[in-house]
């Protein structure tokens, strides 16, 4: 069974920078596709950034509009660990951060708990 656990949320001022990480067990990342979403109070989970392993798109990363160029994805697989980046942090990136994994197309099947990430003004 693949478990993931996130951490490093927290609270930052805006303009500040926070990096989240998840840990995966049970799978090596090698052969997982990952990805962070976020929901924030009152509103859907949104996809945030992806990162796609070597063997499946030479290692895509995929990021929404509104994180471009301020998120990075990122992966250590000999930790089996992708990290979120997160620079230049707005109020409005204030939600749960999750981590989200599955293996080849379809959807995500593998959550985490989630992290909080709360940016002030």
């Known amino acids: 069974q693949v478990q993931l656990v996130e951490s490093g949320g927290g609270l930052v001022q805006a303009g500040g920078s926070l990096r989240l990480s998840c840990v995966v067990s049970?799978?090596?990342?090698?052969?997982?596709?990952m990805a962070w979403f976020r929901q924030a109070p009152g509103k859907e989970r949104e996809f945030v950034a992806r990162s796609d392993p070597i063997n499946y798109s030479g290692g895509n990363t995929y990021y929404a509009d509104s994180v471009k160029g301020r998120f990075t994805i990122s992966r250590d697989n000999a930790k089996n660990t992708v990290y979120l980046q997160m620079n230049s942090l707005k109020p409005e990136d204030t939600a749960v951060y999750s981590c989200?994994?599955?293996?080849?197309?379809?959807?995500?099947?593998?959550w985490g708990q989630g992290t909080q990430v709360t940016v002030s003004s």
């Open positions: 049970g799978r090596t990342t090698r052969s997982l596709v």
């Open positions: 989200a994994a599955k293996i080849g197309n379809g959807r995500f099947d593998y």
